[in-house]
């Protein structure tokens, strides 16, 4: 069981983020460039808007703003997915959702890695986008036994790191010393690899079933792709973007800008042409690009059921993949669809449409209105409401932004074919309902305000 000598796994994961953060940095200069444009813009918005910054000193995200990460990894085999679900529990990150991204032409399926208590969220918010490749849809009999045979060659943790992994589940944590080498060890999984472990030509075969599986496959290891920081105005970084050198992809994935953000909104730069050695030649690969995120309120069941409603429809009249020569039109499109989407928050609460977090003020605790009901502690102005944010991903956004780094010639058609079931068996364990944590963290606030009002 954990002792006082432990550290605590937020606090890794902390470390863990920040450690990241500098390795990519150090790969990917842009990704520094990135960092600075959104440092600068945040900056920018929390001086002209009072509202805004009052709303994220109130919820304590102005806190975690400057050391909001995600990133994203891609994962050939349910032995890589399972091991990593070990790894990623020493820094207290537990698989959150899953996603299919099949019906987008991507052959994958996916959860979140990340904490999932709100206190634990305010230490280190970071998050990894951890997919599995689908081996079993790769049509070609050879080419997917030449994959399995790739794969399962390669070991993608080092040997310390993994008896560290075991020693962290033997004793209940890790103590100081040996948190710090479990961070550079763990690190080493994510770092980028300039040699393959295939032919060139085997590597384009792969590429040409689909460029995401040369990827997943073509390495000994699974490099982190992207890293995110957020913003608060996604619009300006887009915008921003060619100043400082870097070409964003034509379109903002996810809901249009509204004066009250809902969910997800991200961007990104094109990926990098790196050069790479096969095992018998020279070559490039493109892999690692730079993301950008915007995170709104969290949506309830019926929230989402709208949401998804509109996008569909807004995509279903565009009548084709989003891109560079019709992002006007969709950007038109979504905005006409999405008025029929309450833009405020007040309203989305009424409507049970997003999840809030509830404070007592100081009205409130002299006031000691104990009989009140919550609409009516908000009324006089006992109690405050604040938005719940989004904590998780959107599967037609990753597989916008998935795309878009692999080439409009990438889009591949495979049926819709979610296989939860298949995904949790490689796992180990079952992924978590993101509802389901948002409605626990908006109930918490309601019990502690009850609590607060009653003392």
């Given at each position: 069981?954990p002792?006082?000598?432990?550290?605590?796994?937020?606090?890794?994961?902390?470390?863990?983020?920040?450690?990241?953060?500098?390795?990519?940095?150090?790969?990917?200069?842009?990704?520094?460039?990135?960092?600075?444009?959104?440092?600068?813009?945040?900056?920018?918005?929390l001086?002209?808007?009072?509202?805004?910054?009052?709303q994220?000193q109130?919820?304590?995200?102005?806190?975690?703003?400057?050391?909001?990460?995600?990133?994203?990894?891609?994962?050939?085999?349910?032995?890589?997915?399972?091991?990593?679900?070990?790894?990623?529990?020493?820094?207290?990150?537990?698989?959150?959702?899953?996603?299919?991204?099949?019906?987008?032409?991507?052959?994958?399926?996916?959860?979140?890695?990340?904490?999932?208590?709100?206190?634990?969220?305010?230490?280190?918010?970071?998050?990894v986008?951890?997919?599995?490749?689908?081996?079993?849809?790769?049509?070609?009999?050879?080419?997917?036994?030449?994959?399995?045979?790739?794969?399962?060659?390669?070991?993608?943790?080092?040997?310390?790191?993994?008896?560290?992994?075991?020693?962290?589940?033997?004793?209940?944590?890790?103590?100081?010393?040996?948190?710090?080498?479990?961070?550079?060890?763990?690190?080493?999984?994510?770092?980028?690899?300039?040699?393959?472990?295939?032919?060139?030509?085997?590597?384009?075969?792969?590429?040409?079933?689909?460029?995401?599986?040369?990827?997943?496959?073509?390495?000994?290891?699974?490099?982190?792709?992207?890293?995110?920081?957020?913003?608060?105005?996604?619009?300006?970084v887009q915008?921003?973007?060619?100043?400082?050198?870097?070409?964003?992809?034509?379109?903002?994935?996810?809901?249009?800008?509204?004066?009250?953000?809902i969910?997800?909104?991200?961007?990104?730069?094109?990926?990098?042409?790196?050069?790479?050695?096969?095992?018998?030649?020279?070559?490039?690969?493109?892999?690692?690009?730079?993301?950008?995120?915007?995170?709104?309120?969290?949506?309830?069941?019926?929230?989402?059921?709208l949401?998804?409603?509109?996008?569909?429809?807004a995509r279903?009249?565009?009548?084709?993949?989003?891109?560079?020569?019709?992002?006007?039109?969709?950007?038109?499109?979504?905005?006409?669809?999405?008025?029929?989407?309450?833009?405020?928050?007040?309203?989305?609460?009424?409507?049970?449409?997003?999840?809030?977090?509830?404070?007592?003020?100081?009205k409130?605790?002299?006031?000691?209105?104990?009989?009140?009901?919550?609409d009516?502690?908000?009324?006089?102005?006992?109690?405050?409401?604040?938005?719940?944010?989004?904590?998780?991903?959107?599967?037609?956004?990753?597989?916008?932004?998935?795309?878009?780094?692999?080439?409009?010639?990438?889009?591949?058609h495979?049926?819709?074919?979610?296989?939860?079931?298949?995904?949790?068996?490689?796992?180990?364990?079952?992924?978590?309902?993101?509802?389901?944590?948002?409605?626990?963290?908006?109930?918490r606030?309601?019990?502690?305000?009850?609590?607060?009002?009653?003392?």
């Amino acid at each position: 069981m954990p002792t006082a000598r432990h550290v605590s796994p937020d606090d890794i994961r902390k470390g863990f983020s920040k450690a990241m953060s500098d390795m990519y940095r150090d790969e990917v200069p842009l990704y520094g460039a990135l960092m600075e444009l959104v440092a600068e813009t945040n900056a920018r918005v929390l001086n002209t808007d009072a509202a805004l910054a009052h709303q994220l000193q109130r919820t304590g995200e102005i806190q975690r703003l400057d050391m909001e990460r995600h990133g994203a990894i891609r994962l050939g085999t349910a032995e890589e997915l399972a091991t990593i679900s070990r790894l990623f529990a020493v820094m207290g990150m537990q698989p959150v959702g899953y996603y299919d991204l099949t019906p987008a032409g991507v052959p994958v399926h996916s959860t979140a890695f990340r904490a999932v208590h709100e206190s634990a969220l305010q230490t280190s918010p970071f998050r990894v986008f951890t997919s599995l490749l689908r081996l079993e849809l790769i049509e070609n009999p050879e080419l997917r036994a030449f994959a399995e045979s790739a794969l399962a060659k390669r070991s993608i943790f080092t040997p310390r790191a993994l008896e560290l992994i075991q020693q962290a589940e033997a004793d209940g944590g890790l103590d100081a010393t040996h948190a710090e080498a479990f961070i550079q060890q763990a690190l080493e999984t994510f770092r980028w690899h300039h040699t393959a472990t295939v032919t060139a030509a085997q590597y384009q075969q792969l590429s040409d079933q689909h460029r995401l599986i040369a990827d997943v496959v073509a390495f000994k290891g699974p490099h982190i792709n992207h890293l995110t920081p957020r913003t608060l105005d996604i619009d300006q970084v887009q915008a921003a973007m060619p100043g400082k050198g870097i070409t964003p992809k034509a379109v903002i994935e996810g809901p249009p800008r509204r004066q009250c953000p809902i969910l997800l909104r991200q961007t990104s730069f094109k990926a990098l042409d790196e050069a790479i050695a096969f095992t018998d030649a020279k070559g490039s690969h493109s892999a690692r690009f730079g993301e950008i995120e915007q995170r709104g309120v969290a949506l309830t069941p019926k929230g989402r059921a709208l949401y998804d409603q509109l996008l569909n429809a807004a995509r279903d009249e565009l009548g084709a993949f989003p891109n560079e020569a019709n992002a006007g039109r969709y950007t038109e499109l979504m905005e006409q669809h999405f008025q029929r989407f309450p833009d405020n928050h007040r309203e989305m609460r009424e409507q049970e449409l997003a999840y809030f977090r509830y404070f007592v003020t100081e009205k409130g605790l002299a006031a000691q209105d104990k009989a009140a009901t919550l609409d009516e502690l908000i009324a006089a102005g006992h109690v405050d409401v604040e938005p719940l944010v989004y904590e998780d991903f959107l599967p037609v956004s990753a597989a916008g932004i998935f795309q878009s780094n692999l080439g409009d010639a990438a889009q591949s058609h495979y049926a819709a074919n979610s296989n939860q079931a298949e995904f949790e068996k490689a796992l180990g364990r079952q992924t978590i309902d993101e509802l389901k944590l948002y409605g626990e963290t908006q109930q918490r606030s309601i019990d502690e305000c009850k609590r607060a009002l009653l003392a």
